[in-house]
């Protein structure tokens, strides 16, 4: 057993939501069951932190081990895809019809060309990525320094920076 890290699900295509965790394994459940039945799992070699599924039957996670990997869930047994762009944890992905998107604690965006399976842009970052969303022809990158970046087109150039804003949460107890 280990930490629930990420979830993902293409609802409404499919009733499928895929959960990964330190405990190495991503877990694909049943949304349409009230109690949550697990349909089966894929094993991985360290904890899956990220995943994101751009289409109904696919799967992409990311994980620990600095790879990338993309999965058919009507076959699951290995990947259709795998890569290690990061020298750190992939932490976070994104996905769309042409690129598969990673960003990783070692302060890099990795874009991956899906369609000619090799790496079409590698984006250094002042620090490490947290989250990746991608929307309107705008990548946007939400990193440990608490700053936001935003890269637009294919070639995705850097064209805004949203300078950090210090948050302090307290508690009220």
Known sequence: MGWVWCCAAHWPETSILCSGGWDSKVQMWNLEDIGLQPLGQIR??????????????????????????CYDLRAPESPCF???????????????????????????????????????????????????????????????????????GDDFQLVEVSVKQRVTHRSTN
């Open 44 to 69: 991985h070699t360290s904890a899956v932190l990220s995943l994101t599924m751009p289409e109904a039957n696919v799967l992409i996670s990311g994980s620990y081990d600095k790879v990338t990997r």
């Open 82 to 152: 795998s890569a290690k762009s990061h020298q750190k944890p992939v932490l976070c992905l994104q996905a769309t019809d042409n690129f598969i998107i990673s960003g990783s604690d070692d302060k890099t965006i990795a874009i991956w060309d899906r369609r000619a399976n090799r790496e079409y842009k590698k984006i250094p970052v002042p620090s490490s990525v947290l989250s990746l969303h991608y929307g309107c022809g705008q990548l946007r990158a939400g990193c440990f320094n608490g700053s936001i970046y935003s890269y637009v």
